[in-house]
């Protein structure tokens, strides 16, 4: 069974339309780690943000916030008015608290298009 | 360096063939990864290192692929006897000391196509 899940295979948006990027998560620790991702054209990966289990606040970071529910297993990822700039593929991660190092469960991604 | 860098960006090779890719993680991280990205597949962890050690090579697809690293820094990746399946883009990342909390940071990837 995926530990991560990200229903959304492709997205498009035209640009400044709201977009809502999904991520259900699955483990029995009760220490994790949450994190996204993005991975635009050029391919290197660029951390947007982490999250701990036990921080269940929203956090918002510009065009972006994001919402941790515990209680459903989600950590979904909002883009309010997307850009053009925002097209990549996002993934979503996670760290389980009981392993001895730090290797990520990702999601299979989800590409957003967004078009001008 | 700055960031990780990773060598060489793209690699085309003949099935049957061997080949080396190259990680070179930011300066004084201790831990690093190579993860395989295929079409559809997301991420799929390969191994890890701390310092010069592989504590877990669980991710390793089959005995022709290896890892090693020198010197607390470079790492290569040698597939052995390439099969079109190995076509993938291997991306390494590296992080402080290994950390379960801690963010990794991403080379742009190798490029791999088995022809």
């Known amino acids: 069974a995926q530990k991560v899940t990200q229903a959304q295979t492709e997205i498009s948006v035209v640009e400044k339309e709201d977009v809502t990027l999904d991520c259900v998560y699955e483990t029995r620790d009760t220490t994790y780690y949450l994190f996204w991702y993005k991975q635009p054209p050029s391919g290197e990966l660029v951390f947007l943000i982490r999250r701990n289990s036990f921080d269940e606040q929203n956090e918002i970071s510009g065009r972006y916030s994001w919402n941790f529910q515990k209680s459903t297993s989600s950590f979904n990822f909002t883009i309010t008015a997307s850009q053009v700039v925002d097209s990549a593929v996002y993934f979503c991660?996670?760290?389980?608290?009981?392993?001895?190092?730090?290797?990520?469960?990702f999601g299979k991604g989800t590409k957003l298009s967004v078009k001008p | 360096g700055a960031g990780v860098s990773q060598s060489p960006s793209n690699k085309v090779t003949e099935k049957g063939k061997d080949v080396e890719l190259r990680c070179d993680p930011i300066?004084?991280?201790?831990?690093l990864y190579w993860y395989r990205q295929s079409l559809g597949q997301g991420l799929e962890f390969l191994i890890y290192?701390?310092?010069?050690?592989?504590?877990?090579k669980s991710g390793l697809p089959s005995d022709r692929f290896s890892a090693e690293r020198t010197g607390g820094s470079v790492s290569t990746l040698t597939i052995q006897r390439t099969q079109q399946e190995d076509s993938a883009v291997y991306l390494c990342a590296s992080s402080l000391v290994g950390q379960v909390f801690e963010k990794l940071f991403f080379g742009s990837g190798t490029q791999l196509s088995v022809l």
């Open positions: 991660a996670l760290s389980e608290g009981r392993r001895s190092q730090g290797n990520l469960i």
């Open positions: 290192f701390q310092g010069n050690s592989a504590p877990d």
């Open positions: 300066s004084g991280h201790t831990a």
